[in-house]
């Protein structure tokens, strides 16, 4: 789930990063008031989840309390990547020398956490990675191990950082990595920190995304941050499919059919494992395939709510067919996959053999799995048939149909 | 309806109580039921037979689970 910038900020001003006098406000008048209780000229700036402000407009300078609550009305009514504000951040303008890059991220392919660090900050990060690779640090830190504020000072120094500015630097990555790690973190960002002409350093933007799983574990940050348990924090509301699925979840504590995504393509796919779900989604895609919908199924679920989740599947509009895949599994069982796949199309008024695009689950109690899709004519491989090979082949058959 | 499981439940078990009890209380998956004293399938649980023989176990060739799919 994602932050707000002014939640994110105050998550950094409790772990003592310095930031700049910032009051949150609702509306122009509220703008007003913090404009002036800020003092001096301010940055208004639209508080939404999704990044393109500037370019959108919803961010703007004022001098004086007027001003800002022209700017603020102003910033209110736009709407940045569909997202109308939940408010202005009116802050304190101050003016930098230097801007730098920190954040802490999670590294899928070495499997830690890793502190980014760059002397060019308040411009995209992935630019600098490619052209001015020399000015963009990576430090991976132990998931285990805890944190030494040497490993942050590392990351800063290795981009050149000497002298009076190694150890103020270091204490705001070193601050930003214990978020990320403490608070469950996907992604703690600061961008850019801004060097004063006092030689100081504040940050002046940030982005925090905190593992959707781990709001529970969390409550009490989010709860004294104000967000309350039905604010989901999702791109946009649930649609209808979406809340049909998590009934169907909800509806059998037998293994899971989650995050059940709608989208507008005509292959529907019941697919899970391992992060097979996501693979297996990637590789549609990539073969050419308009996915219906991503779920992620698993933790051997029973033959009813494979059945169901199939149903709802292919009762969604522009459905043609459906491809069942997942990566080697060993909890779940390949037998009541097939059980209830096989069962929830026939339920739907179809024929498997047509229906099914083709059928990739291998490992536990396959053959029996296997017989159970032979009697009903449903094209199925083991695992000789890579996903992104099973994937191909459903999006080859979506062709012909 | 059940499509892939079916169980057969031989006539000499309803004379045995404790053994009623028994398949009752083995199934994971509520395949075995007590209606007026008979011991009877609940059609709605059949397919989620996990093939644990459990039943069988129990009742040794007095039960007998059908795979209908292997027919």
């Known amino acids: 789930m994602r932050l707000y910038e002014f939640e994110a900020k105050e998550v950094l001003r409790r772990a003592r990063v310095p930031l700049p006098k910032s009051v949150m406000a609702r509306t122009a008048d509220e703008a007003a008031a913090a404009a002036t209780e800020v003092g001096g000229p301010v940055v208004l700036k639209s508080q939404v989840l999704s990044g393109g402000r500037m370019k959108a407009g919803a961010i703007k300078f004022a001098d004086d309390a007027a001003a800002a609550k022209a700017a603020a009305a102003e910033i209110l009514t736009i709407t940045v990547s569909g997202q109308t504000p939940t408010g202005v951040l009116v802050e304190e303008r101050r003016e930098v020398v230097q801007e730098y890059y920190a954040a802490v991220t999670w590294d899928g392919r070495a499997k830690r956490p890793v502190i980014i660090f760059s002397d060019m900050g308040g411009i995209d990060i992935e630019e600098v990675a490619e052209q001015h690779p020399e000015h963009l640090s990576r430090t ?24 009076n500015d190694l150890g103020p630097l270091t204490r705001i990555v070193a601050a930003l990595t214990r978020v990320f790690v403490e608070r469950d973190m996907t992604l703690a960002e600061i961008n850019p920190i801004g060097k004063l002409a006092d030689g100081s350093f504040v940050a002046l933007d940030s982005h925090m995304d905190m593992e959707q799983e781990a709001r529970g574990q ?57 992060g097979g779900s996501l693979t297996l989604f990637d590789a549609v895609q990539s073969a050419g395939g308009n996915p219906a919908n991503y779920c992620e199924i698993g933790g051997n679920p029973s033959v009813a709510k494979a059945a169901a989740l199939t149903k709802l599947v292919l009762s969604k509009p522009g459905v043609e067919k459906i491809a069942v895949m997942m990566n080697v599994v060993s909890n779940t069982r390949a037998d009541m996959m097939a059980r209830g796949i096989v069962k929830g199309v026939i339920e739907a008024g179809f024929d498997p053999a047509e229906k099914i695009a083709i059928f990739r689950i291998p490992g536990s109690w396959e053959d029996e799995g296997f017989a159970i899709l032979r009697k009903y004519g449903v094209e199925f491989v083991d695992r000789s048939v890579s996903m992104h090979e099973a994937a191909a082949r459903a999006v080859a058959k979506m062709a012909t149909t | 309806m059940a499509m892939f499981i079916r169980v057969d439940i031989d006539e000499a078990v309803q004379g045995d109580e404790a053994l009623k009890k028994n398949l009752v209380e083995a199934c994971p998956v509520d395949i075995f039921a007590l209606d007026g004293g008979r011991i009877v399938t609940v059609d709605a649980n059949l397919d989620e037979c996990t093939l644990c023989d459990l039943c069988i176990q129990a009742a040794g060739d007095r039960v007998k689970v059908v795979k209908l799919y292997r027919d």
């Open chain 1, 140 to 163: 991976h830190i132990s998931n285990l191990a805890p944190l030494s504020d040497y490993q942050a000072k590392v990351a800063v120094s290795r981009v050149g950082v000497t002298g």
């Open chain 1, 218 to 274: 969390h409550a009490d940050l989010l709860r004294s941050l104000g967000i309350p348990d039905e604010d989901t924090r999702m791109a946009r509301p649930p649609t209808e499919f979406e809340i049909a699925g998590a009934k169907v979840n909800d509806a059998d504590t037998r293994g899971i059919a989650g995050n059940i995504t709608e989208f507008d393509g005509n292959l529907g796919l019941i697919i899970g494992a391992g």
